[in-house]
């Protein structure tokens, strides 16, 4: 029994991958990201995972001032090598593009929100907020799984480091006052 042959897209091109390689591939799976130079193909999602896009991605849409618009399954380029797909963005309505647009730049991004899974929990954890920050996207949300319940963990970028500092954790309610005022029920998702 002989195994298929690799697929000849995935092989790394001298150099290795680079960002715009996600709009010229093509047979990419997707929301295929490139983080670090590698591409991340996504997994199957979970419920939760589905359940608290949705809440997020809706409530945020009902929130944001005119100046922003919110967005999912699209792509921020970082740099060459680094093109991850936040599960939630919220970027600046002038800045907002066409319809063929795939990817964001950092500076039109005004929140990243990533929603850890199994698979992607060092990646959701460490590694994405890192580049973020470094980029200089000034808001970042990671969300876990509490026991079937979201737990919000609020970030605000230190201008002076580029890295994240912790501002809140949100168990049943997500009230801030930046990037915008934000008051959302958390406990919703356990009524869908």
């Given at each position: 029994?002989?195994?298929?042959?690799?697929?000849?897209?995935?092989?790394?091109?001298?150099?290795?991958?680079?960002?715009?390689?996600?709009?010229?591939?093509?047979?990419?799976?997707?929301?295929?990201?490139?983080?670090?130079?590698?591409?991340?193909?996504?997994?199957?999602?979970?419920?939760?995972?589905?359940?608290?896009?949705a809440l997020l991605e809706s409530m945020l849409r009902r929130l944001a001032p005119a100046g922003m618009r919110v967005r999912h399954g699209m792509t921020v380029t970082l740099g060459r090598d680094q093109r991850p797909e936040p599960d939630?963005?919220?970027?600046?309505?002038?800045?907002?593009?066409?319809?063929e647009r795939t990817?964001?730049?950092?500076?039109?991004?005004?929140?990243?929100?990533?929603?850890?899974?199994?698979?992607?929990r060092t990646r959701d954890r460490e590694r994405k907020p890192?580049?973020?920050?470094?980029?200089?996207?000034?808001?970042?949300w990671r969300v876990e799984n509490g026991d079937g319940h979201p737990v919000v963990y609020v970030y605000e970028l230190d201008p002076a480091t580029k890295t994240y500092a912790l501002t809140g954790i949100h168990h049943d309610r997500?009230?801030?006052?930046?990037?915008?005022?934000?008051?959302?029920d958390l406990t919703q998702i356990d009524r869908r």
């Open positions: 029994m002989n195994a298929e042959p690799f697929p000849q897209w995935l092989r790394p091109p001298p150099g290795g991958f680079v960002a715009e390689d996600l709009d010229r591939l093509p047979d990419l799976p997707p929301h295929t990201e490139l983080v670090d130079g590698s591409f991340v193909f996504a997994c199957p999602q979970s419920k939760f995972h589905v359940q608290v896009i939630v963005l919220v970027v600046r309505a002038h800045t907002d593009g066409g319809m990817t964001y730049w950092p500076e039109e991004v005004v929140l990243a929100v990533e929603v850890v899974s199994i698979e992607s890192q580049l973020y920050a470094k980029a200089g996207i000034a808001y970042f997500l009230r801030l006052s930046v990037p915008f005022s934000v008051d959302i």
